[in-house]
């Protein structure tokens, strides 16, 4: 019911798809819709990034973004999510002459289209730099999020393949992000090992960890995440698709919050892993046999590390109370 870590380009329904490419005139292969799912014989993070260009390519003017970003909110209510935050990559929509900026300004539209008749739920947008690009392309988005931080834009992120650069070449980057008191979070700790956290957390300024699943929980690396409030976004399903994980009991819940460490339950891409945060709640079920009020202590976590304003934290709280019979229900039924 609370997903931090959502991308908009990974989370298309098929509905999206059809609609999208016959409006373009795409063709969307014999294959569809299984070209839209990660293979399930998918062996790293670089080949499940690949289910991204189909998606992408229909999401090149303001129209498709604006009415993908209506689309998927509309669905994240119909399955009773409280609150979303939704990620996406402005700099990956411009290859038919769209601006950054008129990607974000489409996104924004189709929130606030979307908002507008829902009652006890709100979504926000977080922008993500691309480690595969250099300091000018990704600067935009820093500066967008700035500009549009009163329009439902709450934060900057870098995604993309994790083994291209190291945290240190974003450094100055991020100094800006954080010059301008933008909240920051960062995908490390996928692809890469322990070392990248540590990296990010120390010079791009991350508040929360997009994954993390790696770190080596040292005593002087939990007193670091501890003391610098750090959550962590963790992805079960999709860690398992891009090997970055074996299976569902290696999921570090359990040595992460032993300590105190700040973990939240995410989806990752809706579509592409072809999952959603009731799914990624059962596997984990399946595993930890979570009591209610585990299941509620992670739900907390994710309102703790929202970035949202407190007034609007203890609403969220409100809410969860009323709902968590419900939701755990739909956990626990087989």
């Given at each position: 019911m609370i997903d931090l870590h959502l991308h908009l380009d990974g989370s298309l329904s098929i509905e999206d798809f059809k609609f999208l490419a016959e409006r373009q005139g795409v063709d969307l292969g014999e294959n569809f819709p299984n070209n839209i799912y990660v293979p399930s014989d998918c062996k790293s993070l670089e080949e499940y990034l690949e289910?991204?260009?189909?998606?992408?390519?229909l999401m090149q003017d303001e129209f498709s973004i604006a009415y993908a970003t209506k689309s998927l909110v509309d669905r994240l209510y119909k399955k009773g999510y409280i609150y979303a935050e939704i990620r996406f990559a402005p700099q990956l929509h411009t290859r038919k002459g769209m601006s950054q900026e008129d990607a974000?300004?489409?996104?924004?539209a189709g929130l606030r289209m979307a908002l507008k008749?829902?009652?006890?739920?709100?979504?926000?947008?977080?922008?993500?730099c691309m480690r595969q690009s250099d300091y000018e392309t990704n600067f935009p988005a820093i500066e967008l999020a700035e500009k549009y931080r009163k329009s439902k834009v709450i934060a900057v992120d870098?995604?993309?393949p994790e083994a291209f650069h190291s945290g240190d070449y974003y450094a100055s980057l991020f100094d800006e992000a954080k010059k301008r008191n933008l909240n920051i979070t960062i995908h490390a700790g996928e692809?890469?090992?322990?070392?990248?956290?540590i990296r990010v957390i120390d010079l791009l300024h991350a508040q929360r960890i997009g994954h993390g699943v790696h770190l080596d929980l040292t005593m002087e690396?939990?007193?670091?995440?501890?003391?610098k409030q750090i959550a962590f976004e963790f992805c079960p399903t999709s860690n398992l698709q891009t090997t970055s994980l074996p299976d569902y009991e290696h999921v570090p819940l359990g040595e992460f919050d032993k300590y105190g460490i700040c973990v939240t339950i995410n989806s990752d891409n809706m579509t592409v892993s072809n999952t959603d945060?009731?799914?990624?709640?059962?596997h984990l079920f399946k595993v930890f046999k979570f009591k209610k009020y585990e299941i509620k202590h992670l739900l907390d976590n994710s309102i703790r590390a929202a970035f949202i304003p407190l007034e609007e934290k203890i609403a969220l709280r409100r809410e969860l109370d009323k709902r968590i019979d419900g939701f755990y229900n739909e956990v626990i039924r087989p």
């Open positions: 289910r991204f260009d189909l998606p992408l390519s974000v300004i489409a996104a924004v008749d829902k009652v006890n739920f709100d979504a926000n947008l977080i922008l993500c870098l995604a993309g692809a890469c090992g322990s070392d990248e956290v690396n939990i007193k670091k995440v501890i003391e945060v009731l799914k990624e709640y059962r």
